[in-house]
T-cell receptor
Framework: DGGITQSPKYLFRKEGQNVTLSCEQN?????MYWYRQDPGQGLRLIYY???????QKGDIAEGYSVSREKKESFPLTVTSAQKNPTAFYLC?????????????FGQGTRLTVV | AQSVTQPDIHITVSEGASLELRCNYS??????LFWYVQSPGQGLQLLLK??????LVQGIKGFEAEFKRSQSSFNLRKPSVHWSDAAEYFC?????????FGAGTRLTVKP
């Protein structure tokens, strides 16, 4: 079935360690997004990519990094520089160049840093 | 820059009552607007979208939304709420590059 897969669903890491969240899509979408969700703050855009080997910072990119080496994959690394990394992370994809198309979401990864 | 405001953080309605969730947007050009629903610990599911044409759009699960350009609003409505509608609802505005979301409205349904 077509869709977006995020893995793992739950992730625990020690403070100071980098961690990479996986996001894969088989919808043939050009654009991919990473959002962070905290209670009461909605979804805040971390990074997005409209095409392979290109990406842009969102509103809260500090402490995060991404890569887009393949159209299907957009992994997010939460670095030790991110001051408060514990959150729910959502990946999404969308057709590029068509603003009226909706974003499709993965099931999310809950990251807990202890 | 585009942005979305959802003024109501939490709404409680009785089962069978009508529902309206508010959304105001800020965007310089023609907005492309969306409503999503999220169950706890899950991703987001699209309820409906607007990009042109009729300002009243129908979605899944009996939801509808009305676009009012003069008020910069895109409010979500449902005539009769079911207990299964309890969830968090997000309004979003999408330009050609990115998509921005509101803070969400959590809906509680009383029996």
């Amino acid at each position: 079935d077509g869709g977006i897969t995020q893995s793992p669903k739950y992730l625990f890491r020690k403070e100071g360690q980098n961690v990479t969240l996986s996001c894969e899509q088989n919808l043939n979408h050009d654009a991919m997004y990473w959002y962070r969700q905290d209670p009461g703050q909605g979804l805040r855009l971390i990074y997005y990519s409209q095409i392979v080997n290109d990406f842009q910072k969102g509103d809260i990119a500090e402490g995060y990094s991404v890569s887009r080496e393949k159209k299907e994959s957009f992994p997010l690394t939460v670095t030790s520089a991110q001051k408060n990394p514990t959150a729910f992370y959502l990946c999404a994809s969308r057709s590029w160049g068509q603003a009226n198309t909706e974003a499709f979401f993965g099931q999310g990864t809950r990251l807990t840093v202890v | 820059a585009q942005s979305v405001t959802q003024p109501d953080i939490h709404i409680t309605v009785s089962e069978g009552a009508s529902l309206e969730l508010r959304c105001n947007y800020s965007y310089g050009a023609t907005p492309y607007l969306f409503w999503y629903v999220q169950s706890p610990g899950q991703g987001l599911q699209l309820l409906l979208k607007y990009f042109s044409g009729d300002t009243l759009v129908q979605g899944i699960k009996g939801f509808e939304a009305e676009f009012k350009r003069s008020q910069s609003s895109f409010n979500l409505r449902k005539p009769s709420v079911h207990w299964s509608d309890a969830a968090e609802y997000f309004c979003a505005v999408g330009a050609s590059g990115d998509m921005r979301f509101g803070a969400g409205t959590r809906l509680t349904v009383k029996p």
